[in-house]
């Protein structure tokens, strides 16, 4: 039920805004917005293993997020849904794993984004965690194991999703 109306909130804010909308919208499919959603996610894939080895790894924690996001926005571009809502895009993603529309499992989709927040955000290995952890905290710089494992996690969830993208 949580899905349904959460869906509903974010079509009713697409409809809202013009260009600046805060939700989900019908648009038309697009090979092209679905390439570049993939072209972003490759190019944020590259990002996070360069911001570590310059010495920027707590920006590695955003580029490995916003890798992740990109192959799901590409998802739902090839859906013919255009999002500007986080919170809007992992709803609708859960609903197409519910309907058997992806292979990405729940468990794989809570493990970059889960709705129900974790209280030691900086012993979460939820990516969205990570992200949040690194961007407000004052750290400068990932643990290298927290590093690897982000990275290994990352690799893993993004071969499956271009996978998904492509077939």
Known sequence: MYIQE???????EGEKGGERHKGLRNVEKSEQRVKGHMDKSKHNLKAMISFQKTGFSDWSASASFYCLYHCLL???AKQGIESRNQSCTFAFVE???DEGKVS???DELSSIFDRDVTEDIEHSNKILDIRENMQYS?????EQEQFIELKENTKR???KLIREIES
């Open 138 to 142: 004052i750290k400068t710089s990932l």
């Open 104 to 106: 990405l499992t729940k």
């Open 95 to 97: 609903r197409l794993i």
């Open 157 to 159: 969830l993004f071969d």
């Open 74 to 76: 590409a998802i739902l």
């Open 6 to 12: 959460k869906l509903s909130k974010c079509f009713k």
